[in-house]
């Protein structure tokens, strides 16, 4: 079986979707966690937030923001967003599942989407949000070489996990870190059936009920 259609049958068993629809209503945030077969191997995209933000300036993130009056659902802000921030047309994005919820340092509900993208797709980032945009092999992610773990701070999801980068492409290099590492742990692992080579502070065989206990905790102390 092809790697991305292997992947697609993968993912699609941790759709979330209507269990977490008890949620107290809240403000929503969607991002989308962009796949892509390059050479047989799955790579992401991600995107260096610009400096001219007034939050997360700097930041490594994966394309994503704000629920919008005119979004219908979480995929459709996550798409609307990828297409303001990086040109993605969202008929170009084959939407494999959302993930589980999870509330960030701002307190923001936000729900990972997950969708395959072509190779051969050019982004065009818009410099007012997104200063670069680059790829990384999922199985990075789950390799002890290049990461860094830190004690959890308030709000975050288990330890603090970080890595740093290096763009062959662009020379440059990348701190990924955060919620953003997080959710780029737990794709890579899932899709890759692989148990990353460090303590991930969650459980990787259920990792839908270590989630839910999380978002339980946080949404009791708002």
């Known amino acids: 079986m092809h790697v991305k259609e292997r992947t697609i049958g993968i993912l699609k068993r941790f759709d979330i979707g209507n269990r977490f629809s008890y949620l107290p209503t809240m403000p929503k945030a969607s991002v989308l966690i962009p796949l892509f077969v390059k050479k047989g191997e799955l790579h992401t ?24 009056p005119v979004d219908k659902d979480d995929v ?16 170009q994005v084959q939407v494999v599942c959302r993930l589980f919820p999870v509330i960030n340092k701002s307190g923001l509900l936000v729900t990972p989407v997950v969708g ?27 390799s002890e070489k290049d990461h860094f773990t830190a004690n959890g701070i308030t709000g975050t ?23 953003t590492a997080v959710l780029a742990i737990l794709v890579s692992a899932l899709a890759l059936k692989k148990k990353p080579e460090f303590d991930v502070g969650f459980d990787f065989e259920n990792p839908l009920s270590f989630f839910e206990q999380v978002l339980q905790r946080r949404i009791s102390k708002l």
Not at 76 to 91: K, N, S
Not at 118 to 127: A, R, V
Not at 161 to 171: C, Q
């Open 45 to 68: 995209l991600m995107t260096l937030r610009s400096m001219q933000l007034r939050s997360g300036a700097g930041e490594v993130c994966f394309p994503g923001g704000k629920r919008d």
């Open 76 to 91: 459709d802000t996550a798409l609307r967003e990828a297409e303001e921030e990086i040109g993605l047309p969202p008929d």
């Open 116 to 142: 395959f993208i072509d190779e051969t797709f050019c982004p065009c980032p818009n410099p007012a949000e997104v200063s670069a945009v680059f790829s990384v092999p999922l199985d990075f992610f789950t």
């Open 157 to 179: 999801v288990g330890p603090l996990h970080s890595f740093y980068f290096m763009d062959s492409n662009s020379g440059s290099q990348y701190h990924i870190w955060g919620l």
